[in-house]
């Protein structure tokens, strides 16, 4: 499907591609159809899809689905949406924080016993004088 039309008006032209090209580049084998969505009109070359099809094109998903529910191949439907992914689960987070802050102390506890050594030195070295 290549988009067409101005801003919040879509329409989609339905063309053939090679597989190494997109439909935004512009250039496209053949236009077989048309569709707008906001009308639900469409108009499709029902003969010129069985060739292409017939000679080894794959249509996109939403093509397919389309081509289906006008009866033009028989398949079922596929789904187009996203694979659900599971939200992070809070006990995992909470696993996390504490490591956290473990590590946000240990290098200041590293710290402090240098710092502790040199202000024995200088304290010393007057006592000695």
Avoid at 29 to 50: A, F, H, Q
Avoid at 78 to 91: A, D, R, S, T, W
């Amino acid at each position: 499907m290549q988009r067409t039309g101005r801003i919040n008006t879509p329409s989609y032209r339905i063309v053939v591609l090679e597989h190494a090209s997109s439909p935004k580049a512009g250039k496209y084998v053949e236009k077989v159809g048309t569709y707008n969505p906001k009308s639900k009109e469409r108009s499709l070359n029902t003969d010129r899809i069985k060739y292409w099809i017939s000679v080894g094109a794959q249509p996109s998903a939403t093509v397919h689905n389309m081509l289906v529910s006008l009866r033009i191949i028989d398949a079922k439907k596929v789904n187009v949406l996203p694979k659900y992914k599971e939200p992070v689960k809070e006990e995992i987070a909470a696993e996390a924080a504490p490591v956290a802050e473990r590590a946000a102390e240990e290098p200041a506890a590293e710290a402090a016993p240098a710092e502790e050594v040199k202000d024995a030195t200088p304290a010393e070295a007057p006592a000695e004088a």
